[in-house]
C-alpha cells in the first residue's frame, strides 16, 4: 500500500525545510511574459500583486508558537515574480524558527522578498485580534455578467471574441466568477473570480464572457493571465480608463490577487472573496 501511494496520483513527497531558508525563494522575470504581450519597457499600466498568507507561523524565544496571517504587495513593476509553490516553501521554513516575535518575522519577510522580487515588497502581519476587521468577505464590485447565454467553444485566449460599441460611451464596472487558468509548471487548475472597471465604449458583455472562458485551458501564471486581459481589451476594446482585478482561490495557504490599472485615481482593495 505504502508503495502505491509513493507512485500514485499524489505526487512525490516534498521536503519541507525544517528552519528559515530564504534560498527556497525562486524569482522568475516578468520580461518573458511581456515580450509575448508585446509589452515594451514603458508599461500600459501600473499595478500591484496582493498576496494573501493564512498559514502563517513561527516560534517564540520560549518555543511557543505564534500564528498570524499576512498580506504582502509586490509592485508590477518589479522585475520579477515569485514562484508560488517557493513562496510556500519560504513560509514554512519559519514554522520551527524560533525569533523575538512577529515584528521580527515581519522585517525578515520584507527583506527577503524584496530581494527576491527586485523592488521593495510591502509587508503587513495581522495577529489573531486583527482578523475580524482584514478578512471579511465582500463580492466583486459592479454587475456579474453570469448569467449571460453563451456558447463557448474556445478554451485557448481568444482575443478576437471581444468588441466594443464606438458610438456608445460608458463607464461601468463588471465582473465574473468563471475565470479559470492552468498553472504552467503544474498544470493544476486556477480559480478566480475578475473585476473589469473602464470607461469607454461600451463593451459587448457576451464577448467579454465568453472570452474570459477562453482562458480555461490556458498555461500561465496569475500575474501573466491578469496583464493578457488587460492588454486584449485595451487592443480590441479601446478603453480610455481600465482596471483589471482578478482575485484568485487559495492554494497551500497562500491565494494571489493581481491588479493593474491605467487610471492613477484608484487604489486595490483587499476585499476576500467567499471562495477564498
Not at 95 to 114: F, I, K, V, W, Y
Not at 204 to 225: I, K, M
Not at 246 to 272: H, K, M, Q, T
Amino acid at each position: 500500500m505504502s508503495e502505491q501511494l509513493s507512485h500514485g496520483p499524489l505526487g512525490e513527497q516534498v521536503d519541507y525545510p525544517g528552519q528559515y531558508d530564504p534560498s527556497c525563494l525562486h524569482p522568475i522575470a516578468r520580461q518573458a511574459g511581456r515580450d509575448g504581450l508585446g509589452l515594451g519597457d514603458v508599461l500600459p499600466f501600473g499595478g500591484v500583486d496582493i498576496w494573501n498568507a493564512y498559514e502563517l507561523s513561527c516560534l517564540n524565544e520560549q518555543g511557543k508558537p505564534l500564528v498570524a496571517c499576512a498580506e504582502f504587495r509586490v509592485p508590477a513593476q518589479s522585475p520579477n515574480i515569485i514562484e508560488s509553490k517557493s513562496f510556500k516553501l519560504y513560509l514554512n521554513s519559519f514554522n520551527q524558527t524560533r525569533l523575538s516575535g512577529l515584528d521580527a518575522m515581519a522585517e525578515m519577510l520584507r527583506h527577503d522578498l524584496s530581494l527576491a522580487a527586485g523592488a521593495k515588497v510591502q509587508v503587513a502581519i495581522y495577529c489573531p485580534e486583527d482578523w475580524p476587521a482584514n478578512y471579511s468577505i465582500a463580492l466583486p464590485r459592479g454587475e456579474c455578467i453570469d448569467g449571460l447565454d453563451i456558447c463557448p467553444d474556445s478554451y485557448q485566449p481568444s482575443p478576437s471574441l471581444l468588441s466594443a460599441n464606438t458610438g456608445d460611451v460608458v463607464e461601468e464596472t463588471l465582473y465574473s466568477h468563471l475565470l479559470r487558468s492552468r498553472c504552467p509548471v503544474t498544470s493544476q487548475p486556477d480559480w478566480a473570480s475578475i473585476e473589469i472597471s473602464y470607461r469607454g465604449p461600451r463593451i459587448n458583455q457576451e464577448g467579454l464572457l465568453a472570452y474570459l472562458v477562453s482562458f480555461r485551458e490556458h498555461d500561465d501564471f496569475h500575474e501573466q493571465c491578469v496583464e493578457q486581459i488587460f492588454s486584449d481589451i485595451s487592443r480590441y476594446c479601446a478603453p480610455v480608463r481600465l482596471t483589471v482585478y482578478a482575485r484568485y482561490l487559495r492554494r497551500g495557504g497562500l491565494d494571489i490577487n493581481p491588479w493593474r490599472s491605467n487610471d492613477d485615481l484608484v487604489s486595490p482593495e483587499n476585499r476576500r472573496g467567499a471562495r477564498q
